[in-house]
C-alpha cells in the first residue's frame, strides 16, 4: 500500500509527506516545481524527503492530462490520494488567472479522472480553502453556510474543485474530503505569504505593507496542527456523500498581533506603510470546527505567539545558511490561501 501526495514541494504537502514517512508509510510525491515562489525553497524541502526510505518523486504538471493518468496506473497499490497541488495565492490571480484555472481546475480534474479508475483507491482528500466562503458576514464560517460569494478567482477555482468532487462522487462513488484551509504557517512556509514577507522586510528593514491598520483579523492555523488534522482525516473516507472541513484554529487575530510578535521573536521593529483592504480580501476570518473535531476528536490549538516563535528560530536558520526567497510573487498584508504548491 502507498500513499500519494500532490504539492510534496509545497508547504503543507512538504510536512504531510514528512508525517507520512515518520509512520513508516510509502510515499509517492507529486510537483511541477513551479516558480510562482522561491524554486531554491521548493528543492530545499524536496531535498529533505527524497533520501527518506519509502518515498519517490514525480515531477510532472497535474494538468497534463497523460502524466498523471500514467503514474496512477502504474500504481495500483495506492490506497490514499492526498491532492495538495494547487496554484496559489489570492492577488496574483488577478494577474495570471490563467495559470489558476489550469492548475486548480484542470489539474483537479485531471485527478479526479485519474482516481475514479484507481481500482485500490479508498479516499481522495484535497486541499480547499478558507477563501470559499467570501463574502459571508457569519462567523465563525461553518461548513453548511453558503459559499457562492467568491472575492477572488482564487477561491472561485477552489469551490470548483469542491462542486466538481461532488458530481464525482455522485457518478463514480468516490469517496472525497475537501479541507478548507485558514491561513496555514509554520516553519518552511511560504514566502508569498503576510507572516514570512513580514518577517523578511522586518530583519532588512523594508517596509511591511499593513491593511486597515492591522485590524483585518484572520484564522492563523499552526502547520503541525493542519498536518495532524490531514492525516487524522485521510483515515476516516466517508461512507456517504463528500464531506469538505475546515482545518482551522477557531481564533481570530488581528494582523497587528501578528506583526507585533515577529517583531518581539526578530528584535526589530517593523516600518509600516498601511494602505485600504484590497477588494479580494475579506475583513475577518475564523474557523468552526465542531465537524472536525467530531469526526477525529482534535481540532487545532497552537496559540499564534507559539506558532510563530517556531516559524522564527527556522526563519533565522534558513536565511543564515542563505536561503531567500527569491522572485516570490506577494500576496501583502494579508494571507488567505491554503494549500499546496
Known amino acids: 500500500m ?6 510534496a514541494a509545497g508547504f503543507i504537502g512538504y510536512h504531510v509527506a514528512m508525517a507520512l514517512l515518520d509512520r513508516g508509510e510509502e510515499v509517492i510525491g507529486v510537483d511541477v516545481v513551479n516558480s510562482y515562489y522561491d524554486v531554491a525553497l521548493k528543492e530545499a524541502r524536496l531535498a529533505r524527503l527524497t533520501p527518506r526510505r519509502g518515498f519517490r518523486f514525480a515531477r510532472l504538471d ?8 500514467a ?24 494577474v495570471d488567472p490563467h495559470a489558476y484555472v489550469t ?17 485500490g483507491l479508498r479516499h481522495l482528500v484535497y486541499a480547499s480553502s478558507s477563501s470559499v466562503y467570501g463574502g459571508s458576514e457569519s462567523l465563525p464560517f461553518g461548513e453548511r ?3 457562492d460569494t467568491p472575492l477572488s478567482l ?6 470548483a474543485d469542491e462542486l466538481f468532487a461532488h458530481a464525482y462522487a455522485h457518478l463514480f462513488g468516490l469517496p472525497q474530503t475537501g479541507l478548507r484551509f485558514f491561513t496555514v504557517y509554520g516553519p518552511w512556509g511560504r514566502p508569498d505569504m503576510a507572516y514570512y514577507s513580514f518577517a523578511e522586510a522586518i530583519l532588512s528593514g523594508r517596509p511591511i505593507t499593513v491593511y486597515d491598520g492591522g485590524k483585518v483579523r484572520r484564522d492563523f492555523t499552526f502547520i503541525e496542527d493542519a498536518v495532524q488534522a490531514v492525516l487524522a482525516l485521510a483515515a476516516l473516507p466517508p461512507a456517504g456523500p463528500p464531506r469538505v472541513v475546515n482545518i482551522g484554529n477557531h481564533r481570530s487575530e488581528p494582523v497587528s498581533a501578528l506583526i507585533a510578535l515577529l517583531e518581539a521573536e526578530l528584535g ?26 467530531g469526526l477525529v476528536g482534535f481540532s487545532p490549538e497552537t496559540p499564534l505567539d507559539r506558532g510563530i516563535a517556531r516559524f522564527a528560530a527556522w526563519f533565522r536558520e534558513w536565511h543564515m545558511a542563505g536561503g531567500g526567497s527569491g522572485d516570490a510573487r506577494r500576496d501583502g498584508g494579508v494571507d488567505a490561501p491554503r494549500r499546496g504548491a
Open 268 to 293: 526589530r521593529r517593523a516600518v509600516i506603510v498601511d494602505t485600504p483592504r484590497p477588494a479580494a480580501d475579506v475583513a475577518e476570518t475564523c474557523a468552526d470546527v465542531e465537524r472536525l473535531r
Open 103 to 119: 492548475s486548480n481546475v484542470m489539474g483537479h480534474l485531471v485527478v479526479l479522472e485519474a482516481a475514479r479508475r484507481m481500482k
Open 62 to 69: 497535474l494538468a497534463d492530462r497523460e502524466a498523471f493518468p
Open 154 to 159: 482564487y477561491a472561485a477555482t477552489k469551490r
Open 2 to 7: 502507498s500513499i500519494v501526495v500532490t504539492g
Open 71 to 94: 503514474l496512477a496506473a502504474a500504481n495500483p497499490e495506492v490506497t490514499t490520494l492526498i491532492h495538495l497541488a494547487a496554484q496559489a495565492g489570492v492577488r496574483y490571480s488577478m
Open 145 to 147: 453556510d453558503r459559499a
